[in-house]
Structures are given as C-alpha cells and as structure tokens.
C-alpha cells in the first residue's frame, strides 16, 4: 500500500521494518581466559590502550563484566552476548535468548560456540572436582587421582595401546611402555580439549 502523503498520516500509525544491522558478538562466559578475549576485542575496537590515561572501555572483575556507556555502566553476565557494531562505537550486553531471538547466527559458528562451551564446562567440572577434594583433604592432590578424575570429566582419554604413539608421545618416554609388547594406556586431551587448552596459559607459560 502507497504510504499516505496527507497530513493526516501523521497523525496515524504507520509499521516500520528494523534496518539489518551486521555485528560482532562474543559470548560471556565468566571465566578469565574468556574475559580477557572479550576485553582486548572491545578494548581495540574501542581504540582504547593501556598508555592512555582514561579508564578502559569495559573492565572484568569477580565474574561481571562492565561496559561502560553513554547511558551508565552496563552489566553482563555469564551467558550473555556482547555485540559490537560495526563502527565499534557501540557494545551492549544482550542475554542469551535475546540474542537468538535478534541474530541470524551462521550455523559453523554456533556449532563452534556450542562445542567451545561444552569443552569449557568439562574443564570447570574437573577443576570443580579438584578444588572440592584440595579443600577436603586439603593436601597434595594425588597424580592417580588427577588423571582417573581428568578420564571421568571428558578431559584426558585412555587409548590402549601396544606400541609407542610416536617418540614425542609422553607414553614413549615416561615408562608406559614396556618393550615386551604388552598392551597398556596412553593417556592423551581429545582434540577439542587440545586447542582450548593450547588457548589458556598455564602458570610458568604455555601448554602444548
Ligand atoms: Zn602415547
């Protein structure tokens, strides 16, 4: 229908359609390797470094993240999404379902967030596990205990083996292996885990 051009029109109703508007958008998942992706991204878009003398754009503290903007501090929370425009003038903290609901997401990067957050979990649950048993027995975790636990939580897998993975593989060098050729267990990250955990920096550098 052709809009109407008498003044009367403007004084009626009309219906709009939302201009598509492209962004970028990470998830918030509250942990610190997490928030320190999120906060260099924002803090580059934003233009904004650590040599100038103006409080950054967003900061993380004791799982929060607060942006800050024209309309005060703006709060997210573990699950949200935050969006960038494209002009990276404005972020905003959108929760999880609103999100959905607002953006096509590309169906290769939901997987990924998907498979992303599913690997961190079974990383907190093993570390969930090896906190609550220092805080019980609190002493020295034990090493067997450790890697029955990593099994359990998703995080190491057990491959039987009969001969050596390869001669960089721990089980060729750390007396696994017997020469005698009976089987026994590689322990060994599934792969997802592998890449997260060549993410994270270990205390005293990076894991491989
Ligand atoms: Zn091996």
């Known amino acids: 229908m052709t809009p109407s051009t008498t003044p009367a029109a403007a004084l009626a109703t009309i219906t709009v359609t939302r201009k598509p508007v492209q962004c970028e958008a990470m998830q918030f998942l509250a942990t610190y390797d997490n928030a320190e992706r999120i906060l260099s991204w924002m803090n580059a878009k934003a233009g904004w470094t650590r040599d100038m003398l103006t409080d950054p754009p967003v900061t993380y503290y004791y799982g929060q993240l607060t942006i800050r903007s024209d309309r005060g501090d703006l709060h997210a929370v573990m699950g949200d999404w935050v969006i960038c425009t494209e002009s990276g003038a404005t972020f905003q903290p959108i929760p999880d379902a609103m999100f959905r609901s607002l953006y096509d997401i590309p169906e290769d990067a939901a997987k990924a967030v998907a498979a992303g957050r599913d690997t961190l979990t079974k990383l907190a649950t093993f570390g969930a596990r090896c906190l609550i048993e220092s805080r019980r027995e609190l002493a020295d975790?034990?090493?067997?205990?450790?890697?029955?636990?990593?099994?359990?939580?998703?995080?190491?897998?057990?491959?039987?083996?009969?001969?050596?993975?390869?001669?960089?593989?721990?089980?060729?060098?750390?007396?696994?292996?017997?020469?005698?050729?009976?089987?026994?267990?590689?322990?060994?990250?599934?792969?997802?885990?592998?890449?997260l955990v060549r993410e994270i920096p270990a205390s005293g550098g990076r894991t491989a």
């Open 141 to 195: 975790l034990d090493g067997g205990w450790m890697q029955d636990t990593a099994v359990k939580c998703g995080v190491l897998i057990e491959h039987v083996m009969t001969t050596p993975c390869g001669p960089s593989c721990r089980c060729a060098t750390d007396g696994a292996f017997e020469a005698d050729g009976d089987a026994f267990v590689c322990y060994r990250y599934p792969d997802s885990v592998r890449e």
